[in-house]
């Protein structure tokens, strides 16, 4: 059973209310709940972002993705209206980083991420969301607005039991360094991603 461990406030460049960094007993990967004041929420259930460790995009504003901009986007977002960051350390869709990388150089050579993936007898997206469906119940939260472009986060997540009463879809990120990594989840995993 998934448990809330510890919980401590940390000032963010954001500004805004400081939100509360959430850890949890029951994992074996240290996955954080990323909690906001909840500002203008009107009787609405949350907002949710699930958003998978990405080192190169987060920290590092990689061009090959479009995982920092959309991590950015909800943390400016939460942070005027409140809202749950779930960040689940399941790196370069659940293969790791020195796999993602890997992958990188395969994609240099004109294969897609999911066909990288597969090069290397790796999955296409070994992600689960289950993590993040049980760090939402430990926090007392069984229905909420979906904040993602990806429609097996909001599968996922229903078939662990949260009720997801709307989805909002994030902003594209389109640059010329991504634009067949984004075609590529339209395509292979469909992404509602406009291009």
């Not at 909840?38 to 995009?57: A, F, I, M, N, Y």
């Not at 950015?72 to 689940?88: D, I, N, Q, T």
């Not at 662990?160 to 640059?175: C, D, F, K, R, W």
């Amino acid at each position: 059973m998934v448990t809330i461990k510890n919980r401590v406030v940390v000032p963010l460049a954001e500004g805004g209310i400081p939100p509360e960094f959430i850890t949890f007993n029951g994992f074996t990967e240290e996955h954080v709940a990323i909690v906001f004041p909840q500002l203008k929420s009107g009787g609405l259930p949350p907002l949710v972002r699930v958003h998978s460790e990405c080192l190169t995009g987060d920290v590092f504003g990689s061009q090959l993705c479009d995982c920092g901009p959309q991590l950015h986007e909800a943390l400016s977002c939460f942070s005027r209206e409140g809202g749950v960051l779930l960040y689940l350390r399941q790196e370069g869709r659940g293969i790791g980083l020195y796999a993602k990388l890997s992958a990188y150089a395969l994609q240099k050579k004109g294969l897609d991420t999911f066909e990288a993936n597969r090069h290397l007898n790796l999955p296409e997206d070994a992600r689960s969301f289950e993590p993040a469906a049980q760090m939402l119940r430990a926090l007392g939260v069984d229905r909420i607005r979906l904040l993602t472009n990806n429609p097996d986060k909001a599968s996922q997540l229903e078939e662990h039991g949260i009720e997801i009463e709307s989805i909002i879809p994030t902003g594209v990120y389109l640059n010329p360094n991504n634009r067949r990594y984004l075609e590529a989840k339209v395509r292979h995993k469909q992404h509602t991603i406009p291009l």
